[in-house]
């Protein structure tokens, strides 16, 4: 299918920002909800995009998004998340921190929590943490991943294999409607798995897009989560297994201020 002049850059816009909203592009290109679901339809159809609820993301592979993509997409709902699981970490405690740009947005929201100890793969979250004089951090070694400042591999597993640590806040790059976590990397997802082993408590950090995507390696079960925390209901199925599984929900819209 030869994409039209406008269904193009609706592509080009959901691969720099990670997502396009049907309300949002009806305004931009002026013109019908209509016409924009007809345009997403067809470029779904065609392989380019998936569509999600109110919009649609680029399709999703075997390769992840861009970093800055996505550290741009969802990120209000993303400091909502962030703020209510940080609200769950008390002072006095250590946690391990891993990769994503939802994890940096906790790091964001503990800046003002004393005495707690951060274990880390995420280059990111060591430099947003720096600003935090009441909080110790352990960097992983590992082979760093300049796309996103991720430290991953062997050395990486071995590292967190040496704490025992009260949470562990955790990503995902897609989340599967059977409950299972997935991602992109087999590396990351081994320093995944070694992380969940380390802590008491678990929790998993993730906006509602990453149940329409997919990726091809799986982390774990939502089974082996204490709280998710994300910013829209799961579908009632999943919803009902978590609930078998005694694994919280936490609800976390975004407010309208972001």
Same mark, same amino acid.
């Given at each position: 299918?030869?994409?039209?002049?406008?269904?193009?850059?609706?592509?080009?816009?959901a691969r720099a920002?990670?997502?396009?909203?049907?309300?949002?592009?009806?305004?931009?290109?002026?013109?019908?909800?209509?016409?924009?679901?007809?345009?997403?339809?067809?470029?779904?159809?065609?392989?380019?995009?998936?569509?999600?609820?109110? /919009?649609?993301?680029?399709?999703?592979?075997?390769v992840n998004l861009?970093?800055?993509?996505?550290?741009?997409?969802?990120?209000?709902?993303?400091? #909502?998340?962030?703020?209510?699981? #940080?609200?769950?970490?008390?002072?006095?405690?250590?946690?391990?921190?891993?990769?994503?740009?939802?994890?940096?947005?906790?790091?964001?929201?503990?800046?003002?929590?004393?005495?707690?100890?951060?274990?880390?793969?995420?280059?990111n979250v060591a430099?947003?943490?720096?600003?935090?004089?009441?909080?110790?951090?352990?960097?992983?070694?590992?082979?760093?991943?300049?796309?996103?400042?991720?430290?991953?591999?062997?050395?990486?597993?071995?590292?967190?294999?040496?704490?025992?640590?009260?949470?562990?806040?955790?990503?995902?790059?897609?989340?599967?409607?059977?409950? +299972?976590?997935?991602?992109?990397?087999?590396?990351?997802?081994?320093?995944?798995?070694?992380?969940?082993?380390? #802590?008491?408590?678990?929790?998993?950090?993730?906006?509602?897009?990453?149940?329409?995507?997919?990726?091809?390696?799986?982390?774990?079960?939502?089974?082996?989560?204490?709280?998710?925390?994300?910013?829209?209901?799961?579908?009632?199925?999943?919803?009902?297994?978590?609930?078998?599984?005694?694994? +919280?929900?936490?609800?976390?819209?975004?407010?309208?201020? /972001?």
């Amino acid at each position: 299918m030869a994409l039209s002049i406008r269904q193009a850059e609706i592509l080009e816009l959901a691969r720099a920002e990670g997502r396009v909203l049907v309300d949002e592009l009806a305004q931009r290109f002026d013109v019908t909800l209509q016409t924009i679901r007809r345009d997403l339809g067809e470029m779904a159809e065609a392989g380019v995009l998936e569509r999600v609820h109110g /919009g649609a993301v680029p399709r999703a592979g075997t390769v992840n998004l861009g970093y800055e993509a996505r550290r741009r997409m969802n990120a209000d709902a993303k400091a #909502a998340i962030a703020a209510a699981c #940080a609200a769950q970490i008390p002072d006095n405690c250590s946690l391990i921190l891993n990769l994503g740009t939802t994890t940096e947005a906790v790091a964001r929201a503990l800046l003002h929590h004393s005495n707690i100890t951060v274990v880390t793969n995420n280059m990111n979250v060591a430099n947003i943490l720096l600003e935090n004089p009441g909080c110790e951090i352990m960097v992983a070694g590992g082979a760093l991943r300049r796309s996103d400042g991720g430290l991953v591999g062997e050395l990486t597993t071995q590292f967190f294999e040496q704490f025992k640590v009260d949470y562990a806040v955790v990503g995902t790059s897609a989340l599967d409607h059977d409950g +299972d976590m997935l991602d992109f990397d087999l590396a990351e997802v081994r320093v995944s798995r070694a992380i969940l082993r380390q #802590a008491r408590k678990s929790f998993l950090v993730t906006d509602h897009s990453k149940l329409g995507r997919t990726a091809p390696a799986r982390i774990a079960s939502l089974a082996e989560i204490d709280t998710i925390f994300t910013d829209q209901p799961l579908p009632p199925e999943l919803a009902d297994r978590c609930a078998e599984w005694r694994t +919280d929900l936490r609800l976390c819209p975004a407010t309208a201020e /972001g």
